[in-house]
């Protein structure tokens, strides 16, 4: 088959878990004989098209205007849509893909229109819904666009992936949906390439400055405010009570790194908050795998793919009890669950890892177990590869535009079993 991703992450562009999902499925799509071309955005040092490991790649010039990603998002997000389609169009008149595949709202209209220019069924992956961040409230100009966009592209697609069970939920919500017209595909992890050496886990903790027996807590992922990773901070100043020397590091970088900076100032433990900034994969297995405990207390979270990452590193998980993460981590068993937002809870969690090494090591090795069989790239491919041949053997044509998105919650009007359905899996009942 042939098939066109269109995607505005692919390596070495990479914001979060979208990037590393598209990079590993196209590599498993091009193991298992498909021929795959990906049209991305482009990056510095990088070549306009070259060969990934049989993944063709397509990186579109920025047009103008250009823009900055974080202050000029809707002029950066148009701008970049109108490169990745005249890509996707040049590519197209020597090249037809059977099935086009978007991934976010930020490549929406790429994909969307690139698939109706060439009368191609679109598949669309929804790996976060704008709804979801805010529990529901669409109460900005921005969040709204961004609501209508997630809201067309799964209207217009044939058929819809999404990460988790609970963003089966979440989106069938968002977007007035059958759940039942939504496929779960799980994110999965490379389970070897997260595993380190002891001297890369040495090295790690010389470059931190940390000692070998020092306790390290680590959070890795965006600095965000979802991400909870102020509740890491909080944490912190609390297992320090009894574990003096504990240090934490945070991998990642993100819009509340002032924030963050200030708060350990007012809790005088800036001294023992490092801030590493982004990590390349191979980094931030050795700090995972150098780490006594990582924390991933999002308060939303459609899927967690940090969180098996760090168990894949061999590291004890304390993750929010929310969302896909309850998919992820199983309580007790391999890692531990505790409340989003509560700082109390994950500083006795990490406490308890920290005094309990029996503990550790079990949630570790039943964690490996679970990764090993649950959770591989191959079966995420294989899965995705059965989703492409039902929308090009059956594709249904695209619903109604929706209606523009109320200023308000957009769960306001939703039957009462889905506003349940919604609070359940983000742990509120």
Request: glycine share 6%; with cysteine.
């Amino acid at each position: 088959m042939r098939i066109l991703v269109v995607s505005w992450e692919y390596p070495p562009v990479i914001y979060g878990g979208l990037g590393r999902h598209v990079h590993r499925l196209t590599e498993g799509l091009v193991a298992d004989g498909h021929d795959v071309a990906v049209v991305t955005q482009s990056a510095p040092g990088m070549p306009e098209e070259e060969d990934d490991k049989g993944v063709r790649v397509f990186r579109a010039p920025p047009d103008p205007p250009a823009g900055e990603r974080g202050e000029d998002l809707v002029p950066w997000v148009l701008a970049l849509n109108t490169s990745l389609m005249r890509t996707a169009h040049r590519l197209t008149r020597e090249w037809m893909p059977d099935v086009v595949h978007a991934h976010d709202w930020v490549d929406a209209h790429a994909g969307i229109n690139v698939a109706r220019a060439i009368d191609a069924p679109l598949v669309a992956t929804v790996h976060a819904t704008e709804a979801g961040l805010w529990d529901g409230w669409l109460s900005t100009p921005l969040s709204r666009a961004r609501h209508d966009i997630e809201a067309w592209l799964v209207a217009e697609a044939t058929r819809s992936i999404v990460c988790s069970e609970a963003m089966r939920v979440e989106a069938a919500a968002a977007f007035d949906v059958p759940p039942e017209d939504l496929t779960v595909i799980r994110n999965a992890v490379d389970h070897p390439a997260w595993r380190t050496t002891a001297e890369a886990r040495r090295a790690t903790r010389e470059r931190f400055g940390i000692p070998p027996k020092t306790p390290l807590l680590v959070f890795g992922g965006r600095l965000e405010w979802e991400k909870g990773v102020d509740v890491c901070v909080e944490a912190l100043s609390l297992v320090r009570q009894r574990h003096h020397d504990a240090r934490l590091v945070l991998a990642g970088a993100g819009s509340q790194e002032i924030n963050l900076r200030r708060l350990a100032q007012r809790l005088q433990i800036d001294h023992v908050v490092q801030f590493a900034g982004r990590m390349d994969q191979p980094d931030l297995a050795a700090l995972f795998g150098a780490a006594d405990v990582a924390m991933c207390p999002s308060s939303y979270e459609p899927f967690g793919i940090v969180a098996l990452e760090a168990c894949a590193a061999g590291t004890p998980v304390i993750a929010g009890d929310s969302g896909g993460l309850r998919e992820v981590i199983e309580h007790d068993v391999t890692g531990l669950l505790v409340p989003p937002r509560d700082p109390g809870d994950l500083a006795a969690a990490a406490m308890r890892l920290l005094d309990e090494p029996g503990l550790s090591q079990r949630l570790v090795r039943a964690a490996h177990q679970r990764i090993a069989t649950e959770f591989v790239w191959t079966a995420v491919a294989r899965e995705t590869e059965k989703v492409y041949a039902a929308a090009v053997a059956d594709p249904r044509p695209p619903r109604p535009r929706p209606a523009p998105a109320p200023d308000g919650n957009i769960l306001a009007d939703r039957p009462a079993a889905v506003q349940q359905a919604w609070k359940r899996v983000r742990g509120e009942v």
